[in-house]
């Protein structure tokens, strides 16, 4: 069946950068909408940005600022980088695939999530 | 912030239906944009139930259905089961801010 596997460093210092990556298995990542969401300890979901398998990206205005999406169809995996972190980015990151009904797409496979946490 | 509201909590009896409300705007339900629910359980990723208003991914028992009229949509979960419980998000496209949107969350409980 199909796994989205989250990696990352789980501890980030206030003001450096953040790397994500998913790995994908039991699907191509080819031709089809990824996404990264997150969620504060406690909190609701945010949607930080969807990537397609060609590259193409799109952010979150809140967050386009200080995020970018990358996609290696050699490894079948997606990446979430985020610069200028601080205490509010502290959540746990969830890869998932879209389920393309455009423009308003659901997410059907999740990741387990990755805790990320931002010190000071 | 989230741009879809839900009220905090809901609970009801085993057997009981329950029903879980999702208000937005003009520029996301109201639109006609679908509405998608997840259920997520403590410390695990959520999961979707409902996707296009009322459509079920394939294993997701039949007593959940969807619904959506003006700027709202409803999710109702018939004869509550114990193993029901847990947080219930729903989620659309807002065209203002051109992205993807969750509600605010409900807890169901089984007393």
């Known amino acids: 069946q199909v796994q989205l596997r989250e990696s990352g460093p789980g501890l980030v210092k206030a003001s450096e950068t953040l790397s994500l990556t998913c790995s994908v298995s039991?699907?191509?990542?080819?031709?089809?909408?990824w996404s990264w969401i997150r969620q504060p300890a406690g909190k609701g979901l945010e949607w930080i940005g969807r990537?397609?398998?060609?590259?193409?990206?799109k952010y979150n205005p809140s967050l386009t600022s200080r995020v970018t999406m990358s996609v290696d169809t050699s490894k079948n995996q997606f990446s979430l980088t985020m610069i200028s972190v601080t205490a509010a980015d502290t959540a746990t990151y969830y890869c998932?695939?879209?389920?393309?009904?455009?423009?308003?797409?659901?997410?059907?496979?999740w990741g387990q999530g990755t805790v990320i946490t931002v010190s000071s | 912030q989230s741009v879809l509201t839900q009220a905090p909590s809901v609970s009801g009896a085993p057997g009981q239906t329950v029903t879980i409300s999702c208000t937005g705007s003009?520029?996301?339900?109201?639109?006609?944009?679908?509405v998608h629910w997840y259920h997520q359980l403590p410390g695990t990723a959520p999961k979707l139930l409902i996707f296009?208003?009322?459509d079920r991914p394939s294993g997701v028992p039949d007593r959940f259905s969807g619904s959506k009229s003006g700027t709202s949509a409803s999710l109702a979960i018939t004869g509550l089961q114990a193993e029901d419980e847990g947080e219930y998000y729903c989620?659309?496209?807002?065209?203002?801010?051109?992205?993807?949107?969750f509600g605010t969350g409900t807890k169901v409980t089984a007393l």
């Open positions: 998932a695939r879209n389920l393309v009904r455009y423009p308003d797409d659901a997410f059907d496979i």
């Open positions: 296009g208003d009322n």
């Open positions: 990537i397609y398998s060609s590259g193409r990206a």
């Open positions: 989620q659309s496209y807002d065209s203002s801010l051109n992205g993807f949107v």
């Open positions: 003009r520029s996301n339900i109201g639109a006609g944009y679908d």
């Open positions: 039991g699907d191509s990542i080819v031709d089809k909408y």
